[in-house]
């Protein structure tokens, strides 16, 4: 898992070498990136330091997820749950 920031109970944002995966689910719901989003993200985190970085996730359709043309703006418009990086 190159480039992890851990934000809640063992869950992360990190950067994958399966780059023909992304998009798609992956396992233990941790968010998957490109090496190099990964690697810039973490060094924005690292700068501004992890107590200070907020995390927001919203859950939006996955390709190949039956879904409703209103489930993305419907996220869009819920309270996300957010979490301090915890590197």
Do not use: W
Not at 29 to 57: D, W, Y
């Amino acid at each position: 898992m190159p480039y992890a920031i851990f934000i809640h109970y063992g869950f992360a944002i990190h950067g994958t070498n399966d780059i023909s995966r992304l998009g798609g689910p992956g396992s233990h719901g941790c968010v998957r990136l490109h090496p190099s989003h990964a690697a810039a993200l973490f060094v924005l985190v690292q700068r501004s330091g992890p107590r200070n970085t907020r995390i927001e996730i919203y859950a939006v359709a996955c390709k190949g997820l039956r879904t409703s043309p209103n489930d993305a703006a419907a996220a869009r418009q819920r309270t996300p749950a957010s979490r301090n990086a915890g590197m």
